[in-house]
């Protein structure tokens, strides 16, 4: 995702025109890449002291992380980056959040607004932090020189230290804060030659870890206040439905139901613990209009999807005549497939804190966009921006869930604390079922796809229509992200293939939809990566080319995707014999800019049942900061990727969601669970790119082209229970 606020950040100052500075307070070195826009006089008032980096007095090092944790492994990559430049002991380094303030903390590349996502918190902030690090290690190498009077070139900073070493003399960072402060830093101090990194690329522990093993992490179900009520919230079971009446007499009767309020998006129950609210909700006798409600199964709207695939949509890219190639092709390829409504169903539920108090609201969630989060909770409240402060804490997976455009749940607890009307904190829980009935889903959609090959076998024309509702339209984000009619995020993966096809026409129709959509990990890419690889795949079939070396001929242009096919032809037995019932598959797409591929292994028993034995994976992934992060992110990607392509699906019948919790959403279990062998590329890119989703396209479509090189059967319609398959 590029500039997606850029038509408000006129006034933005891009990267460069950043300015360095330094400060001293109690003995701590702070470094801050402050905007321009921040005047010396609005920088002094702050409450924060340093942007991205602090040094104490005892050695220790605070990293500020403008990006926060669901799991990815943010904290330690960030920390790493400001490790490696600084010259750090790595021991030393901790991580605490920034606070909602875009105007220090924006993702570069959303233009004026701070968030995490579209897999880009170590691509945007990877120079920022280098060069937080190279000012602070330039202050302290001249504070050393001046002490040992000698050349600052003389000098090298390693392990928290500052070592002279023709003369032996060292003097650690923190002996060094208070005059490293008054060091005058340039605008652009040097980097660090890549040839002497020391962290980059080797395996170091995460910083989360610890915690979260030792229970110590907090979440927002950790945070505990005086007087705080815990609330559920009876939303209308139907989307556009609305609140007709609601009577709460049974309700609260029940021991601990403190209170019943109606609010903007149902009718909010109040009780001293989560127990107590939740058997009060079940008391409520509420009426729901659904004059303006999805009434519809999942067939009829599927139905209604397929129907619009028969005609063409707006116009998305065309090279050539595709029509006319096609009419004149003997044989032609010709699939529509269909993708269901996803949940993300993260581990930890939603919820969320909000306490209004002495003219402030304190929030503290899992904050994935605390722009949004702030400048909702201050429209509600009426509070001025500066006056909303969010506490952000560790969140239990989010795959896109937290990161709504109307900040969802955090808005909703702060709705009620508001209309409390007092300030009484309130903890607001969804439950799993909240989550999985209420909608947000990666939305349903179709794909109509014709091709034919030409005489050498190569794809010759091919015709290509999407059909699928806008996550972006009415979001902050369309005036960037939506051109004509498109929104990108439902193309991306085809209107940008890299595959040559000298005739292409891809078109796409934007339905409207009461369901409410959103980004799933890895957005568009999850279908379109399935059908592009697909395809290709059914195409190598017909040239009578085997399938990994018919990509690699295909993309000989692209040296990235070259170079992870040539690794997974190297390192996945690609080609060896394999036993009775056994297949392969492959698969390569780019996505977040990386370009991952897998080689799947299946087999299949006496009596059906198809077991996922092993994956082999390659990923370009620019520099490749911390292996273990990704290779975690790649694991993870397989088992998200896998089990959506497996068993999940969201169905409606006569508007009511048909599930509501892991039996009956269930993700792939521990003994489905294939081995997986992540291979990191060398890369051509100096700076890292993407790696919290690039992982998940390109494992359904692998897998499901080992099936078909098993069963013969083409696989077009999502979940592969729909087709009948059984998994061991």
């Known amino acids: 995702m590029k500039n997606l606020f850029a038509s408000k950040n006129s006034g933005q100052p891009q990267p460069t025109r950043r300015q360095f500075m330094l400060s001293a307070a109690a003995?701590?070195?702070?470094?801050?890449?402050?905007?321009?826009?921040?005047?010396?006089?609005?920088?002094?008032?702050?409450?924060?002291?340093?942007?991205?980096?602090e040094v104490a007095a005892d050695g220790t090092i605070t990293v500020i992380a403008k990006h926060f944790e669901m799991g990815q492994g943010?904290?330690?990559?960030?920390?790493?980056?400001?490790?490696?430049?600084?010259?750090?002991?790595?021991?030393?380094?901790?991580?605490?959040?920034?606070?909602?303030?875009?105007?220090?903390?924006?993702?570069?590349?959303?233009?004026?607004?701070?968030?995490?996502?579209?897999s880009s918190a170590m691509a945007n902030s990877y120079m920022q932090l280098r060069k937080a690090g190279a000012a602070a290690r330039f202050a302290f190498l001249e504070a050393a020189a001046k002490r040992f009077g000698v050349p600052s070139s003389e000098l090298v900073a390693e392990d928290s230290m500052v070592k002279h070493k023709p003369s032996g003399k060292n003097i650690s960072f923190g002996d060094l804060t208070t005059d490293a402060a008054n060091?005058?830093?340039?605008?652009?101090?040097?980097?660090?030659?890549?040839?002497?990194?020391?962290?980059?690329?080797?395996?170091?522990?995460?910083?989360?870890?610890?915690?979260?093993?030792?229970?110590?992490?907090?979440?927002?179900?950790?945070?505990?206040?005086?007087?705080?009520?815990?609330?559920?919230?009876?939303?209308?079971?139907?989307?556009?439905?609305?609140?007709?009446?609601?009577?709460?007499?049974?309700a609260l009767k029940v021991q601990g139901v403190v209170k019943v309020i109606e609010t903007s998006r149902g009718v909010a129950v109040l009780a001293r613990d989560t127990w107590a609210a939740m058997q009060g909700r079940e008391m409520l006798d509420i009426q729901w209009d659904t004059s303006g409600a999805e009434l519809r199964s999942s067939p009829e709207i599927m139905d209604e999807y397929l129907k619009v695939a028969e005609t063409k949509g707006t116009k998305v890219r065309q090279e050539g005549n595709a029509a006319t190639k096609l009419a004149e092709a003997d044989d032609r390829i010709e699939a529509t497939y269909q993708f269901p409504f996803l949940a993300h169903a993260p581990m930890e539920a939603l919820n969320a804190v909000a306490h209004i108090h002495d003219g402030k609201c304190e929030i503290w969630a899992g904050s994935q966009f605390p722009t949004i989060e702030q400048a909702t909770a201050a429209a509600i409240t009426g509070l001025p921006l500066e006056k909303v402060e969010i506490h952000t804490v560790y969140a239990g997976g989010s795959f896109g869930r937290r990161a709504t455009p109307n900040a969802d749940y955090i808005a909703e607890a702060v709705e009620i604390a508001h209309r409390l009307g007092d300030s009484t904190p309130v903890h607001l829980v969804w439950s799993r079922e909240d989550d999985i009935r209420g909608g947000r889903y990666r939305p349903v959609a179709v794909h109509k796809v014709s091709a034919s090959v030409g005489a050498d076998g190569m794809p010759e024309a091919w015709e290509h229509t999407i059909v699928t509702q806008s996550i972006l339209k009415g979001t902050p984000f369309e005036p960037v992200l939506v051109k004509d009619g498109i929104d990108s995020t439902s193309v991306e993966g085809v209107g940008d293939t890299p595959y040559p096809i000298p005739n292409l026409d891809v078109s796409l129709h934007s339905v409207e939809s009461k369901v409410p959509g959103l980004w799933w990990r890895s957005v568009g890419h999850t279908h379109t990566g399935y059908v592009m690889e697909t395809m290709i795949d059914a195409c190598a079939k017909k040239a009578g080319v085997d399938a990994l070396d018919y990509r690699i001929k295909l993309l000989k242009d692209h040296k990235r995707h070259s170079d992870v096919l040539a690794e997974l032809k190297a390192k996945s037995r690609w080609g060896k014999p394999l036993g009775k019932n056994k297949a392969r598959g492959?698969?390569?797409?780019?996505?977040?800019?990386?370009?991952?591929g897998h080689v799947v292994e299946i087999s299949r028993d006496g009596d059906g049942y198809i077991s996922i034995d092993h994956v082999t994976s390659a990923v370009d992934c620019g520099l490749a900061v911390n292996p273990d992060v990704i290779e975690a992110q790649v694991q993870s990607s397989v088992v998200y990727g896998l089990s959506a392509v497996m068993q999940l699906q969201i169905t409606l019948d006569e508007g009511l969601v048909e599930q509501d919790n892991f039996p009956s959403y269930e993700p792939m279990r521990i003994s489905q669970m294939p081995e997986v062998e992540v291979h990191i590329v060398k890369s051509s890119v100096p700076t890292p790119t993407g790696i919290g989703e690039p992982g998940v396209p390109p494992i359904g479509p692998a897998f499901v082209n080992a099936l078909t090189n098993l069963t013969g059967e083409t696989y077009t319609k999502l979940p592969l229970a729909e087709h009948g398959v059984d998994f061991a």
């Open 27 to 53: 003995g701590v070195l702070t470094v801050s890449l402050a905007p321009s826009i921040v005047s010396g006089a609005a920088k002094a008032a702050s409450p924060y002291a340093a942007d991205f980096l």
């Open 74 to 118: 943010t904290t330690t990559g960030l920390a790493t980056v400001v490790a490696e430049e600084l010259g750090a002991d790595w021991n030393k380094v901790s991580v605490r959040w920034a606070p909602a303030d875009a105007s220090r903390y924006n993702n570069l590349f959303w233009g004026p607004a701070q968030g995490t996502g579209g």
């Open 183 to 250: 060091v005058k830093v340039p605008s652009e101090p040097p980097l660090k030659d890549s040839k002497s990194f020391k962290l980059f690329g080797k395996h170091i522990a995460r910083q989360d870890s610890d915690a979260k093993t030792d229970g110590s992490a907090i979440f927002a179900q950790d945070v505990k206040l005086p007087g705080m009520l815990k609330a559920v919230i009876a939303h209308s079971p139907y989307f556009g439905g609305t609140l007709k009446s609601f009577d709460a007499t049974e």
């Open 586 to 596: 492959v698969a390569v797409h780019e996505s977040f800019g990386t370009v991952v």
